[in-house]
């Protein structure tokens, strides 16, 4: 028989044993790593039991066992110590899960945010227990705090950057000086409209402060600007219910009115508007006074047009018709000022063609009949039409600026002419051609006068009666005096067809003035003609001022005002405007003085 073999079997309990102790040391090494402390609370002896761990995250310098529950709640922060005192009470009186967070101070002053979590159990020897773990969240605490922070911070610039563009926009949309809606709000809103359906009616008022720049150059911007704030204030305070109203550029007013009730009614509104408008306005000392030209489009049963575009060729008809006038668009209106804009493309083409010439009509002594003058007459030597008279495009040519251009023309026209006859042998005599306001106040007039070399005593300038000596101001005269200085006489056009001041007459010392031909149609047959023809001869001899008549249509007419005292005759009877090229014959016809 074979020796028997001896074999060792493990115990069973010693292996069991063994990886137990494996367990827990591996569970004290992720503990340790994770920095997670482990207690127990024995709720029968109120006694904790912390690892070395809690009191790590406790900082009390022990390294384990048991500890009294002080040391826990002392550790707490005041002012979360009776809430974790609490979250701790609920626990134990539901018998059930424990869960609170709270901070707790170190010896050192340092504040850390706690986690702590547990479970309720029972004890082998039958002792109610809580088991528990606790980490520290600080970092996480403060991540979040930070977090929410930052949030805030952005929720904050959000809002800052959204009441920004709310201002932005409320600024775009909106005149800074009145508050009013802007064009480009404006606009928006007209368009909305258009296309409401429930806008069945609508009309545009387009407003225009009359004296504005006036106002503006007497007293300068401050005072525009109040005249600006007030009529906006008046025109906020006439408005009926839902109608909008916009400033939309210098001194331009416009309201949008909703399903009105009828035209008189919009009559009734505009008047209402021009009313409050003519109130005065305080400026310092100053009382201030303007006004409104109104024009007026509407568009009923929903039969949309351009309203704005319409208005405005209606304020323009108003403006043109005189200050404090209402015009309502019509078609009739619209196809004149087209026509008005046509003249004037074609005479800005014909200014720069040299198109618009002199023609020339003899003035001469009222006893001798001697050439003593000649009036140069703009004609416009039209492709299509022919030769066109001043009285067809001079007025077009006021409205759109192109007055001094064409004084402008003439002049250089003129003395083109001059030398030319001075060249053949002519003694040509003084040769009067008009000038506007608007080319008296230009600061460059003397200089380009200058430039021009102009023979002195050769070149009268005409001065048109009602602009002259109803406006007759210090820039004026002292433009007028350049002129005389240059040598060129001045002379007063169309006397007696306004109310011309005798003061303005006195100040601007013409050297002389010539009756209106509407004075002179009737001088041979009215003794109340005569009169007063005679006595503005009477006033212009008490001045020292010259008289010439023009309209002298007949022989009696030049006869009669050869008898009242005139010193020289222009008009039909005497000879009709003529181009440069006849005058040498004029010259040849007519001894010249």
């Known amino acids: 028989m074979h020796e028997a073999e001896t074999v060792l079997v493990p115990n069973d309990t010693?292996?069991?044993?063994?990886?137990?102790?494996?367990?827990?040391?591996?569970?004290?090494?992720?503990?340790?790593?994770?920095?997670?402390?482990?207690w127990e609370h024995d709720l029968q002896q109120n006694e904790i039991s912390w690892d070395l761990q809690m009191?790590?995250?406790?900082?009390?310098?022990?390294?384990?066992?048991?500890?009294?529950?002080?040391?826990?709640?002392?550790?707490?922060?005041?002012?979360?110590?009776?809430r974790a005192e609490q979250d701790f009470s609920d626990a134990v009186a539901r018998r059930g899960q424990y869960n609170s967070e709270f901070r707790?101070?170190?010896?050192?002053?340092?504040?850390?945010?706690?986690?702590?979590?547990?479970?309720?159990?029972?004890?082998?020897?039958?002792?109610?227990?809580?088991?528990?773990?606790?980490?520290?969240?600080?970092?996480?605490?403060?991540?979040?705090?930070?977090?929410?922070?930052?949030?805030?911070?952005?929720?904050?610039?959000?809002?800052?950057?959204?009441?920004?563009?709310?201002?932005?926009?409320?600024?775009?949309?909106?005149?800074y000086l009145t508050g009013l809606p802007n064009r480009r709000l404006f606009d928006k809103r007209l368009a909305q409209l258009v296309d409401d359906?429930?806008?069945?009616?609508?009309?545009?008022?387009?407003?225009?402060?009359?004296?504005?720049?006036?106002?503006n150059d007497t007293y300068g911007h401050a005072a525009g600007d109040v005249v600006l704030r007030a009529a906006a204030t008046r025109i906020k305070a006439a408005l009926p219910k839902g109608a909008v109203a916009a400033r939309i550029g210098g001194d331009e007013f416009v309201i949008i009115l909703v399903n009105f009730g009828s035209i008189d009614e919009l009559r009734d509104v505009a008047r209402d508007l021009q009313r409050r408008l003519r109130k005065k306005i305080r400026f310092g000392r100053e009382q201030l006074q303007s006004g409104a030209s109104i024009g007026v489009s509407c568009s009923i049963d929903r039969k949309r047009a351009n309203l704005l575009a319409e208005s405005d060729i209606a304020l323009y008809q108003a403006k043109a018709s005189g200050r404090d006038r209402i015009e309502f668009f019509t078609q009739q209106l619209k196809d004149d000022l087209m026509g008005r804009r046509r003249i004037a493309e074609e005479l800005r083409t014909a200014l720069t063609e040299g198109e618009i010439?002199?023609?020339?009509?003899?003035?001469?002594?009222?006893?001798?009949r001697a050439v003593v003058g000649l009036e140069a007459l703009a004609r416009w030597k039209h492709?299509?039409?022919?030769?066109?008279?001043?009285?067809?495009?001079?007025?077009?040519?006021?409205?759109?600026?192109?007055t001094a251009e064409i004084d402008s023309i003439m002049l250089r026209r003129v003395l083109e002419d001059r030398r030319t006859w001075e060249g053949r042998g002519a003694q040509v005599p003084r040769i009067a051609v008009n000038i506007s306001g608007q080319r008296l106040y230009d600061p460059l007039l003397s200089k380009e006068l200058l430039a021009l070399n102009v023979p002195r005593n050769a070149i009268v300038f005409e001065l048109i009666e009602t602009i002259f000596l109803d406006d007759c101001d210090d820039e004026l005269l002292e433009s007028v005096e350049r002129i005389k200085?240059?040598?060129?006489?001045?002379?007063?056009?169309?006397?007696?067809?306004?109310?011309?001041?005798?003061?303005?007459?006195?100040?601007?010392?013409?050297?002389?003035?010539?009756?209106?031909r509407q004075l002179v149609d009737a001088v041979d047959t009215s003794d109340e003609?005569?009169?007063?023809?005679?006595?503005?001869?009477?006033?212009?001899?008490?001045?020292?001022?010259?008289?010439?008549?023009?309209?002298?249509?007949?022989?009696?007419?030049?006869?009669?005002?050869?008898?009242?005292?005139?010193?020289?005759?222009?008009?039909?009877?005497?000879?009709?405007?003529?181009?440069?090229s006849e005058i040498d014959r004029l010259f040849e016809a007519a001894t010249v003085d």
Request: glycine residues 8%; hydrophobic residues 45%; charged residues 30%.
């Open 357 to 368: 010439v002199p023609f020339y009509q003899l003035q001469v002594d009222a006893r001798t």
């Open 55 to 82: 009191h790590r995250l406790y900082m009390t310098g022990l390294t384990g066992g048991k500890v009294s529950t002080a040391v826990w709640a002392d550790a707490i922060h005041p002012d979360d110590r009776e």
């Open 197 to 215: 359906p429930a806008a069945l009616k609508l009309a545009v008022l387009h407003l225009d402060l009359d004296e504005f720049k006036q106002i």
């Open 104 to 175: 707790i101070i170190w010896p050192n002053g340092e504040i850390r945010h706690i986690r702590s979590r547990a479970h309720f159990y029972i004890s082998d020897d039958g002792a109610p227990s809580f088991i528990g773990a606790e980490w520290d969240v600080t970092a996480d605490v403060l991540l979040t705090d930070e977090a929410a922070r930052q949030r805030t911070v952005a929720e904050a610039r959000a809002l800052d950057l959204e009441q920004s563009a709310a201002r932005v926009e409320y600024a775009a949309e909106h005149d």
């Open 14 to 38: 010693t292996r069991s044993e063994r990886e137990f102790r494996d367990l827990l040391r591996r569970l004290e090494l992720a503990l340790d790593a994770s920095q997670i402390g482990v």
């Open 383 to 402: 492709k299509d039409r022919g030769v066109l008279l001043p009285g067809e495009f001079l007025k077009v040519a006021d409205e759109y600026g192109l």
């Open 529 to 580: 003609q005569r009169r007063v023809v005679k006595s503005i001869i009477e006033i212009a001899k008490a001045l020292g001022v010259k008289v010439i008549a023009e309209g002298v249509e007949t022989e009696k007419h030049a006869e009669t005002l050869a008898k009242l005292g005139c010193d020289a005759l222009q008009g039909f009877a005497l000879g009709r405007p003529a181009p440069a």
């Open 485 to 516: 200085q240059m040598g060129i006489e001045i002379e007063i056009d169309d006397f007696g067809s306004g109310h011309a001041s005798l003061i303005g007459l006195v100040r601007l010392r013409p050297t002389r003035l010539k009756i209106d």
